[in-house]
C-alpha cells in the first residue's frame, strides 16, 4: 500500500484528496519541492525545506510545519513508502476557500501534501548526454519562487520533447536563462560559468551543490549571465536539477556542442556529484554511473 502526507497526517495515498476549491488548484497558488532519495535517504533535506520555507514566505503563505517536523514526516513517509531511489513530491497551497483572486481572510489554513516516486538515477542520459533544443523564455519574472504555475515551463518542455529533445533551454533575447526544469551551464576557457541566481531563475539546490564542489576542488567558476553567442561557443554544457544531476549536454538546435559527447570537466563533476551522494546517503550499489 501506498501513503502519501496530508496536513500533518500519513493516510492512504488513495485517499489523499483536495477540495475542487484548493487555490493550489484552482488558481496555482502555491508552492512545491522535488527532494531526492538514495538509500531511503534525503539529499540536501536542508536545503530543499529551507528553499519551501522561502518560496512559501514570498507569496505569504505560512508553513502549518517547521522544517524538523517536517524532515521527521518525510522520513516517516519514506519508511512507510520503502522507497529506497526516487524522488518526494511536496507541495502548500493557501488552502480551501471560495474561489476569489483575492487571498482569503479568516482561518484557511494551507494544505499541505507529499507523496513519493519510485525512479532510479537516469545513468544512459548521464552516460551519454542529452539533446536540447533552445526556446524564448516567456515565464514571469519571479522564476526565484518554485511557484505551482508552471505553464511556461510545461510549453517549453513539450516542445522540446516534440523535438526528440530532453530539455529545452530558454532564453531572454541574448541572455540565456535556465532550462524549462534545470539549470544550464557552460565551460569557457576551464571556468564553469552559470546564470546568476536572482529573479529570473531558480535557485537549483544541484546548482549550489556543484558550485560548492567546483570551489572545493579549485575549478574556477562565475556566476554571470552568458549570451546565446557564448552558449554556442562553449567548450561544454550541462544542465542540472534534483532529478538529472548532473546532465552532460551534447546538442543544441540540432548542432552538436563541440564534438558531440560529455566533456571532460563535466565527468568529473559528475564524479564529484557522485562522491557527494555516497558522503550524505551512502555508497550507491548497482546505481553509479
Ligand atoms: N525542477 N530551474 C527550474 C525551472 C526547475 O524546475 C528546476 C527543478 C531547477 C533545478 O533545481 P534543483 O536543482 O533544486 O532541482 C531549475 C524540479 C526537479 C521539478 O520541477 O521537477
Not at 522535488?34 to 519551501?52: C, D, P, Q, W
Not at 537516469?122 to 505551482?148: A, F, H, M, Q, Y
Not at 546548482?207 to 561544454?236: G, W, Y
Not at 570537466?265 to 550524505?280: A, M, S
Amino acid at each position: 500500500m501506498e501513503f502519501a502526507l496530508l496536513n500533518g497526517e500519513i493516510i492512504e495515498r488513495s485517499q489523499a484528496k483536495v477540495d475542487v476549491e484548493d487555490r493550489g488548484y484552482q488558481f496555482g497558488d502555491g508552492i512545491y519541492e522535488v527532494i531526492r532519495v538514495y538509500n531511503g535517504k534525503m539529499f540536501t533535506a536542508a536545503e530543499h525545506l529551507s528553499r519551501f520555507k522561502r518560496s512559501s514566505e514570498s507569496i505569504g503563505i505560512t508553513l502549518p510545519f517547521s522544517s524538523l517536523e517536517l524532515t521527521e514526516m518525510l522520513n516517516e513517509l519514506i519508511i512507510k513508502n520503502n522507497l529506497n531511489t526516487g524522488n518526494i513530491y511536496m507541495q502548500v497551497t493557501r488552502g480551501v476557500a471560495p474561489r476569489n483572486h483575492l487571498f482569503p481572510t479568516g482561518n484557511v489554513v494551507p494544505t499541505l501534501t507529499a507523496y513519493t516516486i519510485n525512479g532510479v538515477r537516469p545513468l544512459e542520459n548521464l552516460k551519454s548526454g542529452v539533446k536540447t533544443i533552445l526556446t524564448e523564455d516567456i515565464r514571469w519574472l519571479r522564476c526565484d519562487i518554485k511557484s505551482l504555475n508552471l505553464l511556461g515551463n510545461l510549453l517549453a518542455k513539450q516542445k522540446a520533447s516534440e523535438q526528440g529533445c530532453f530539455e529545452a533551454i530558454q532564453h531572454r533575447g541574448q541572455d540565456v536563462t535556465e532550462g524549462s526544469s534545470s539549470n544550464i551551464f557552460i565551460v569557457k576557457n576551464g571556468t564553469v560559468i552559470t546564470h546568476e541566481s536572482n529573479h529570473l531563475i531558480l535557485k537549483g539546490i544541484t546548482k549550489d551543490v556543484i558550485l560548492n564542489l567546483c570551489m572545493k576542488n579549485n575549478i574556477p567558476v562565475q556566476e554571470r549571465t552568458f549570451s546565446l553567442a557564448e552558449l554556442e561557443e562553449a567548450e561544454e554544457v550541462f544542465l542540472s536539477s534534483t532529478t538529472a544531476e548532473v546532465m552532460p549536454i551534447i546538442e543544441i538546435d540540432g548542432k552538436k556542442v563541440k564534438s558531440g559527447i560529455p566533456g571532460p570537466l563535466t565527468c568529473k563533476l559528475q564524479d564529484l556529484f557522485q562522491k557527494e551522494i555516497e558522503r550524505q546517503c551512502g555508497v550507491l550499489v548497482d546505481n553509479e554511473i
